[in-house]
């Protein structure tokens, strides 16, 4: 480690288990970067879902991550554990992580580090990895999109349904998504889907159905269970995808599966952040080859809506259980994003 580098650094602590307020600056240890991982001076964390359910005592870390909220930053690489050589010093990278984030700084596995897009403020690098590897393993790995095929995102106007919209209608994809307002319908369309549905007055098997001659999508990428559940099914199409990323409804349901049977219809769902590294690094090959040249392009970009100061996490925890963001929201660190 640099002797420039300080011993202690601030970080955000999760002091009890409950509402935003007990999101707390504290003073910890400056992590240290074991072999093949990176240490990352941090300029911006993004803010996801499972940060807030960890902080309600709902989603533990993984074995052996750090309790420090974050799944997301964007920073310069300040040191290399042992082996490390796909990363070099003072690289600017963007890094999927398994905690830690809410810091000033944090350890990354080398192969989940990608080069910050060019074009690409830090800020809005670090709204990148927790919602595109999401969309490109659960989408198109698992969910097999491919050009010519219909799609629905529900929670179209949330950091992963702008994700997903944009990468679906890039690769060809038609694009259906709901969303609860219609500002948030229109930021929706604005970012590529033909039709956006506003869940509180339209039903989202109707209008698909009627966009598609009855046919119904051909993938639905669903955050929302509960109810939703039954719904999907009817939307889906003969030979049509189901893929679950959480669900903010509920888990459970009765449902009459019949009609899975009878449209050959395949129902399946992941998480990320307990995978192994070399399964995440996997997918940061992909998006680097497939998805980094349409950000440098400009073809996408992700969606903020707010930055706050790594300060003011509490603040940023409360605008995301509002739902009146549109997109991502982001933590600052000094003055480098």
Same mark, same amino acid.
């Given at each position: +480690?640099?002797?420039?580098?300080?011993?202690? +650094?601030?970080?955000?602590?999760?002091?009890?288990?409950?509402?935003?307020?007990?999101?707390?600056?504290?003073?910890?240890? %400056?992590?240290?970067?074991?072999?093949?991982?990176?240490?990352?001076?941090?300029?911006?964390?993004?803010?996801?879902?499972?940060?807030?359910?960890?902080?309600?005592?709902?989603?533990?870390?993984?074995?052996?991550? &750090?309790?420090?909220?974050?799944?997301?930053?964007?920073? &310069?690489?300040?040191?290399?554990?042992?082996?490390?050589?796909?990363?070099? #010093?003072?690289?600017?990278?963007?890094? %999927?992580?398994?905690?830690?984030?809410?810091?000033?700084?944090?350890?990354?596995?080398?192969?989940?580090?990608?080069?910050?897009?060019?074009?690409?403020? #830090?800020?809005?690098?670090?709204?990148?990895?927790?919602?595109?590897?999401?969309?490109?393993?659960?989408?198109?790995? !698992?969910?097999? #999109?491919?050009?010519?095929?219909?799609?629905?995102?529900?929670?179209? &106007?949330?950091?992963?349904?702008?994700?997903?919209?944009?990468?679906?209608?890039?690769?060809?994809?038609?694009?259906?998504?709901?969303?609860?307002?219609?500002?948030?319908?229109?930021?929706?369309?604005?970012?590529?889907?033909? !039709?956006?549905?506003?869940?509180?007055?339209?039903?989202?098997?109707?209008?698909?159905?009627?966009?598609?001659?009855?046919?119904?999508?051909?993938?639905?990428?669903?955050?929302?269970?509960?109810?939703?559940?039954?719904?999907?099914?009817?939307?889906?199409?003969?030979?049509?995808?189901?893929?679950?990323?959480?669900?903010?409804?509920?888990?459970?349901?009765?449902?009459?599966?019949?009609?899975? +049977? #009878?449209?050959?219809?395949?129902?399946?769902? &992941?998480?990320?952040?307990?995978?192994?590294?070399?399964?995440?690094?996997?997918?940061?090959?992909?998006?680097?080859?497939?998805?980094?040249?349409?950000?440098?392009?400009?073809?996408?970009?992700?969606? +903020?809506?707010?930055?706050?100061? %790594?300060?003011?996490?509490?603040?940023?925890?409360?605008?995301?259980?509002?739902?009146?963001?549109?997109?991502?929201?982001?933590?600052?660190?000094?003055?480098?994003?």
């Amino acid at each position: +480690m640099s002797d420039n580098l300080p011993a202690e +650094m601030t970080a955000i602590e999760i002091t009890e288990f409950g509402a935003p307020e007990v999101l707390v600056p504290g003073t910890r240890p %400056l992590p240290q970067p074991a072999a093949g991982e990176v240490l990352i001076q941090v300029a911006a964390a993004g803010i996801n879902r499972p940060d807030v359910l960890q902080r309600q005592g709902g989603y533990a870390p993984p074995p052996g991550a &750090s309790d420090i909220p974050g799944l997301e930053v964007a920073g &310069s690489v300040v040191a290399l554990g042992e082996g490390v050589t796909e990363v070099a #010093l003072g690289e600017q990278v963007t890094a %999927l992580v398994a905690g830690g984030g809410y810091a000033e700084y944090c350890t990354a596995p080398a192969p989940q580090c990608l080069p910050v897009p060019a074009g690409l403020s #830090l800020a809005e690098a670090a709204a990148i990895p927790e919602t595109f590897f999401t969309v490109w393993t659960n989408v198109f790995d !698992r969910g097999g #999109l491919v050009e010519g095929e219909s799609f629905l995102v529900h929670g179209g &106007s949330s950091g992963i349904g702008t994700t997903a919209i944009q990468l679906a209608s890039a690769f060809g994809a038609r694009v259906f998504a709901t969303a609860g307002s219609a500002e948030k319908c229109q930021a929706c369309v604005d970012l590529g889907a033909e !039709r956006a549905i506003n869940y509180r007055d339209e039903d989202f098997v109707e209008v698909v159905k009627a966009a598609t001659d009855g046919k119904g999508v051909d993938l639905i990428l669903d955050m929302v269970g509960g109810d939703y559940i039954a719904r999907d099914v009817a939307a889906l199409a003969p030979d049509g995808r189901l893929v679950f990323i959480a669900f903010l409804g509920g888990p459970k349901v009765e449902l009459n599966f019949m009609p899975v +049977m #009878l449209k050959r219809l395949t129902i399946t769902g &992941s998480t990320l952040r307990p995978r192994p590294i070399a399964f995440k690094g996997a997918i940061a090959a992909r998006l680097k080859e497939r998805v980094w040249p349409l950000l440098e392009s400009g073809r996408l970009r992700p969606v +903020m809506h707010q930055t706050f100061p %790594l300060e003011q996490a509490a603040a940023a925890h409360a605008l995301m259980e509002s739902s009146a963001h549109i997109g991502k929201i982001v933590l600052t660190v000094g003055a480098g994003a």
